[in-house]
Structures are given as structure tokens and as C-alpha cells.
């Protein structure tokens, strides 16, 4: 893989990953916890269907203002800002439950306004990492960044659980805005050298300049139509497992062995996220062209999968597999990307995959009801494989070079 040009080193990574490591504990549990404490106050499917909607809804409302707005400032202070902002956001959960009382609208107001909040440190942080770890250490920084994020995920809902079983609401969201003023501290001790871009002024279209480039990059082109596919096709995965296990599998919902399965599918994830960091020197298009095949055959195998013990382990490796060319394409978006665009380039990325996957799982759901799981899971199969086909289709000499504009 080439490169054009590698940013100063600052020595801040460490920070930004322990930054993340807070920012995630607080992140992902109180998003286990909203819509079940939600349901558990209304019993109604639809306001826990919102709790849990307001967590994707921010990023494809203002992903492409936050991207604009990190390109305009410093990646630094937007995050250290917005980890401020997301406690004061979280203590109006104590605050409220000790005065008139948190309901389930209130407290699904209370998701949104930190989930957006989320939006622009998160699109700052993906913006700092080319300038913290320079383009030769990218993908290490990606894989190190991924492996934190996919371990706190994956206890998320087990710490979830426990904290509010044991602290009740308002103690618990009290802790979790402690988590995010210990990132906002962490991530204002980074000292950020100047990138030979910069800071750019504001121009006429900034908004659209991180669409602009990626659709003018034939490599990131590339790689986000193949991106659209294989994400549809992982919502199909991901948001239909409690379901395949039980109308495919024959598993209760309640059943242990359900457990592993979800188990399964978290291990692959950190496998994937390790294993990125050994595709720094493997041509792009050739990389998504073998990955994204074995994407394919493994969702195919585990749609036929005949045990739940086969379908765990099928899972493990697709995941494997689909995180690990996630991690990938973040990587080569970064790298082919100048610092001036790094917001806006990424804020366009995420929003494709934040899109993609929730539209993967609505379909699988849909064509579960007409066709059953397994058929509705390989139907699905045929956006990873249209996928496939665009990779195929690419010059393999495609390269990471940063474009002219």
C-alpha cells in the first residue's frame, strides 16, 4: 500500500485510546440500559424501539455537519467539548429521577441529545488518529482502537445489568458521566502537533467536500460501494440472531446455548480487529476482493448451518472476517484522506454503514415473516455479494495515494 505523506507523530495515542476506553464504558452501557429500563417502566414496543433509534438516528441526521465542524476547529477540543457535554447530558438522569421523575419519552429525549453529542467526538476521534499515529501506524492504531471498543461492548450489557440492578437509575447514570469527564480529561492532555494541512477556513460546500472527495478517490469509491453491500448483508447477521437461534436453530430464547452464539459472534469481532493491523502492506482492492468472498461463503455456511454448536462457530469466523475488513477500510479511508477532509471523509463512511446496517436488518426481517430465517438470511447474502462483484471489478493497481482537488 502506498502512501503520499505521514503526519507528525505526537505521542498521544495512548491518551486517545484510554479517551476511548472511558468514552465506551459510558457509551455502550447506557445504551443497553435505556431501552431496558424503557421497556421495563412502559412495557411498550414501540417507545423501547425509539430508545433504541435515537441511538442511530443522530449520526445520519448530523454526520455530515459534525464532519465539517472538526475539519473547521481542532479534533482535540471538539472531543474534550462534546465528553463535557454527554456528562451534563447523562446527570439530568440522576437529577431528574431525585426530583419530578424520568419517563420513558423524557428519557428517550435524554438518548438522543447524547447520542448526537456521541456524533462529534466520535467523528473527531477518527479525524485525530492520522495525525496522532501518522500513516504508517494507521492500522495499528485502528486494530488497538477496535479491540477496546468490541471487549467493552461485549460487557456492556452483563455491567449494565449489574449497575442498575445494584445502584438503581440515578447512581447509575451519575457513574457513567463520571466516565465521560475522565475522557474529556484525558483527551485535553493530548498535545496535537500542526498537520501540514491544517485546520481549513470555512469554504463554500464544506458540508459536501468529504462526499465530493470520496466520490472523486476511485480507491474509496471502491471500497464504499463494497462497504454498502457487505453492511446490508451484516444487518441481516446481526440483527436477526436471537431469531435465527430460535425459528432456525430451535433454540428458546432464554436458552444458554443462545448465549454462546452471541458469545461467538463478540470473540470473531476481536479476532477481526487484531488480525487488521497484518493487512498494512497488502494491496486494498486485492484485500477486499478475498475478504469479501470469504464474507460471502461464511454467511452462506452459517444461513445452512445444521447445529447451533456449527452456527456459533461459523459466526465466530464470519465476524472475524467482516470486522476485519471493516477495520480495513477505516484505515484505508484514513490514510487516503488529507488531514483537512479527515472529519468530513470519515462522518460520510460512518453514516454509509450506520445506514446500510439497520436497512440489512429490517429486509432480514421482512423476508423472514415470507420465506423463513434461512432463506431470508441468503437472500440478503446477495448484497455482500454485489459487493464482491464491485471489488472484482476494480483495478487491482488502485492505491491510496490522496487525489487533487
Known sequence: MTVTDTPARTGGLGLLIGSKFASTVAYATSWVLLPLYVYQESGSAVLTALASAANVLPFLLFGLIAGAAVDRSSPVRVMAAMEVANAAVLLCVPL??????????????IGFASATAYVWFDVASAALVPALAGSDGVFRANSYLWMTTTVLTAVAAPVGYFLLDSLRLGPTFAALAGCYLVSAVLVAAIRQSP?????????RGAVWAGLKYLAAHPLLR????????????????????????????????DDYRVAWIVAASGVGALIGAIAARRFKHVPPIPAARWMTGLDLVL?????????????????LCWNSVHTCFLV?????????TP??????????????????????TLLCGALTELAGPRWALAALGGFA??????????????TMEKVAQ
Open 222 to 253: 471502491a471500497y464504499t460501494a463494497v462497504n454498502v453491500g457487505v453492511g446490508v448483508s451484516a444487518g441481516a447477521v446481526y440483527g436477526m440472531l436471537v431469531v435465527f437461534a430460535s425459528r432456525a436453530l430451535g433454540l428458546p430464547s
Open 385 to 398: 455479494f454485489a459487493g464482491l462483484v464491485v471489488a472484482v471489478r476494480a483495478p487491482s493497481a488502485l
Open 195 to 203: 498537520g501540514g494541512d491544517g485546520p481549513s477556513r470555512p469554504e
Open 299 to 315: 454467511l452462506l455456511a452459517y444461513a445452512a448451518a445444521p447445529s447451533w454448536w456449527a452456527a456459533a462457530a461459523l459466526l
Open 339 to 360: 488531514q483537512r477532509l479527515q472529519g468530513r471523509v470519515n462522518a460520510v463512511g460512518r453514516m454509509i454503514v450506520w445506514g446500510s446496517v439497520p436497512l440489512g
Open 96 to 109: 431528574l429521577a431525585a426530583t419530578v421523575g424520568a419517563g420513558p419519552l423524557v428519557l428517550c429525549a
Open 328 to 336: 480495513v477500510g477505516i484505515s484505508v479511508r484514513q490514510t487516503a
